[in-house]
């Protein structure tokens, strides 16, 4: 699983990638944050985020992850 902030970045991700991956997008860190206590999502094996962000920056948000 990979996650990304960004919808568009998330999409050419995606299409890199192919079938390999799993690629999720979360335009909010909270929602990020509260996915990794949802069990039938995956725990993400790589995070990719940006630092500045609404609510908090992506340092913060690995913090609390």
Known sequence: ??????HRLCEDYSILLGDDFEVQAY????LF???LDDKSIKT???VVSDYKMPG?????????A
């Open 44 to 46: 993400p094996s790589l």
């Open 27 to 30: 335009a909010d860190p909270l």
């Open 1 to 6: 699983n990979l996650i990304f902030p960004a």
């Open 56 to 64: 908090m920056d992506g340092i913060e948000m690995i913090r609390q």
């Open 33 to 35: 944050l509260k996915s």
